[in-house]
């Protein structure tokens, strides 16, 4: 079982850049796959990104195409996402999380959670 801890998270003025991180410890991350979700107050958990257990592929909504980068570096078992170019509607908790084969945008498939950041973006 791996356990997984977010960090990188805090306030930042609209246009700004964050970095989150999410460490994993007790199993290597590289046989799981990493995504990162977010959840506003009031409002679903939403997909954010993706990326495979080499990092090869990645997959994005929609809303942070262009803006965010995910990436990991398997040698120090940590997932990464360039948060850039950051709105105030992009405010919430960010969770990573991690399943062992399942590479998609469905929160409910990950089997693994961290506790979450919270990332607020003024105006």
């Known amino acids: 079982q791996v356990q997984l801890v977010e960090s990188g998270g805090g306030l930042v003025q609209a246009g700004g850049s964050l970095r989150l991180s999410c460490v994993a410890s007790g199993r290597t991350l590289s046989t799981y796959i990493v995504a990162w979700f977010c959840q506003a107050p009031g409002k679903e958990r939403e997909f954010v990104a993706t990326i495979d257990k080499t990092g090869g592929r990645t997959y994005y909504a929609d809303s942070v195409k262009g803006r965010f980068t995910i990436s990991r570096d398997n040698a120090k078992n940590t997932v990464f996402l360039q948060m850039n170019g950051l709105k105030p509607e992009d405010t919430a908790v960010y969770y990573c999380?991690?399943?062992?084969?399942?590479?998609?945008?469905?929160?409910?498939?990950?089997?693994?959670w961290g506790q979450g950041t919270q990332v607020t973006v003024s105006s």
């Open positions: 999380a991690a399943d062992p084969s399942y590479y998609g945008i469905s929160a409910h498939e990950y089997h693994y």
